[in-house]
């Protein structure tokens, strides 16, 4: 069964950084892309950022573009969120979700990120 | 970017009712919109791929249908279980966008 479990969400302060975990299992990660999308009350469901199978594609959504970098190591099976320059606005439970031609299945359980001072 | 717009935003339903829900995109979409179910606490789970495919081990009373600007989710014969919110997703091009969503709650 595909799995995708999240980490490192934290209390960060605005300006600072964050770097967003998400270990994938029972799948051939190579095989397929990864998302990144976010939750809050207010606005909904918004997707942030997906890379290929690969790791050599990359995409941004506007709101992140220049401050948030994703990657991942196929060795270690795990896809990264590096998150600089945080904003109150980017406060929100971050999903992983694996990418199936356009769909996402499965998600993680998610990782709250809160931007306060 | 194209914008989803669900209706209704909330639904109070009684079990066994049919459920409609509808999804409106700002432009066509070709037949690349999807559904999700998101119950509380929890991720949201795949329910409906392109439109009206079929997801192994959703039950059958969930349907999806449309195609282009107008899309549509079904629910026949309601379950207290399917308390939840419900969200639609376009996938034809980039950004990846969401509808608002549509909280059902079972009376």
């Known amino acids: 069964e595909a799995q995708l479990l999240e980490s490192g969400g934290d209390l960060v302060q605005p300006g600072g950084s964050l770097r967003l975990s998400c270990a994938a299992s029972?799948?051939?990660?190579?095989?397929?892309?990864l998302s990144w999308v976010r939750q809050t009350p207010g606005k909904g469901l918004e997707w942030v950022s997906a890379?290929?199978?690969?790791?050599?594609?990359?995409y941004y959504a506007d709101s992140v573009k220049g401050r948030f970098t994703i990657s991942r190591d196929i060795s270690k099976n795990t896809v990264y969120l590096q998150m600089n320059s945080l904003r109150a606005e980017d406060t929100a439970v971050y999903y992983c979700?694996?990418?199936?031609?356009?769909?996402?299945?499965?998600w993680g359980q998610g990782t709250l990120v809160t931007v306060s001072s | 970017e194209i914008v989803l717009t669900q209706s209704p935003d909330f639904q109070s339903v009684t079990p066994k009712e049919k459920v409609t829900i509808t999804c409106r995109a700002s432009?066509?979409?070709?037949?690349?919109l999807h559904w999700y179910q998101q119950k509380p606490d929890q991720s949201p789970k795949l329910l409906i791929k392109?439109?009206?495919q079929s997801i192994s081990g959703v039950p059958s009373r969930f349907s999806g249908s449309g195609s282009g600007t107008d899309f549509t989710l079904t629910i026949n014969s309601l379950e207290a279980e399917d308390a939840a919110a419900y969200y639609c997703?376009?996938?034809?091009?980039?950004?990846?966008?969401f509808g608002q969503g549509t909280k059902l709650e079972i009376k």
């Open positions: 997703h376009q996938s034809s091009s980039l950004p990846h966008t």
């Open positions: 392109y439109a009206s």
């Open positions: 432009q066509s979409v070709g037949t690349s």
């Open positions: 029972g799948f051939t990660f190579s095989n397929y892309g």
């Open positions: 979700a694996r990418s199936l031609g356009n769909w996402f299945d499965p």
């Open positions: 890379v290929s199978g690969s790791g050599g594609v990359t």
